[in-house]
């Protein structure tokens, strides 16, 4: 199957810091999607990506679809303490609908010092 | 707003025993899934059900089984729980719609077998 390199793995960043993270894969995708995950609940959708090249910005939040299809960055501008948290990365080759072609990455972990 | 609804939250078993993680949507999703998280591994899918009346096997289906009682419920079984199980569990939803991979998540089962 398809395989996603999510980083970086954590990040320790100071209160106001912007945030960068990307995905990358070996395999192209027709979608990307990142979610957040706080502690103790399930992901949440942040952004949905179907165009190649797309730039989407959800508040502070700004996520691109790689011109190569093969990766996606997401960006957090002027990080404050609710930003705290696992941030997925998913990418689909599209096989008719549905997420069961959904490959997760293993999360960024952010971590915000006072 | 329910969303999807995950029961119980915590569990603890033995070697063993058996027992039935129940989920439902409530927001006439026709597709849902189960994945488990492990840390360092992401989300990984264990099985799904694309419509009422069918179940599928994911990445890591061994030791699991699954029924989609009707379009709401769909619930997890393990058999014969081990060590190995150990892991929190997410259900999951969404609109099987071409190009519509969104999922919407439950907020976990944290499952320990001893």
């Known amino acids: ?114 | 707003n329910a969303g999807v609804t995950q029961t119980p939250k915590f569990q603890v078993l033995k070697t063993g025993q058996s027992m039935t993680l129940q989920c439902a949507q409530d927001m006439n999703h026709n597709s849902m899934y189960w994945y488990r998280q492990d840390p360092g591994m992401g989300l990984r899918l264990i099985y799904y059900s694309a419509s009422e009346g069918t179940t599928d096997k994911g990445e890591v289906p061994n030791g699991y089984n699954v029924s989609r009682l009707n379009k709401r419920e769909f619930s997890l079984r393990l058999e014969s729980a081990a060590p190995s199980q150990t892991s929190v569990y997410f259900c999951a939803s969404s609109n099987r719609l071409r190009g519509n991979e969104k999922l919407f998540f439950g907020s976990g089962t944290q499952l320990s077998v001893l």
Not at chain 1, 13 to 39: A, H, R
Request: contains cysteine; glycine residues 14%.
């Open chain 1, 1 to 114: 199957g398809q395989q996603l390199n999510q980083s970086p793995q954590s990040m320790f960043i100071q209160e106001g810091e912007d945030v960068s993270m990307n995905c990358t894969s070996s395999s192209i995708f027709n979608t990307w999607l990142w979610y957040k995950q706080d502690p103790g609940e399930g992901p949440v959708l942040l952004i949905a990506l179907y165009k190649a090249g797309e730039l989407t910005s959800n508040g502070r939040l700004t996520a691109q679809f790689g011109i190569t299809r093969k990766d996606s960055f997401l960006n957090i501008s002027a990080s404050i303490p609710s930003d705290v948290g696992i941030y997925f990365c998913a990418g689909s080759v599209y096989s008719g609908g549905g997420a069961d072609g959904l490959t997760f990455g293993k999360g960024t972990h952010l971590i915000i010092q006072p």
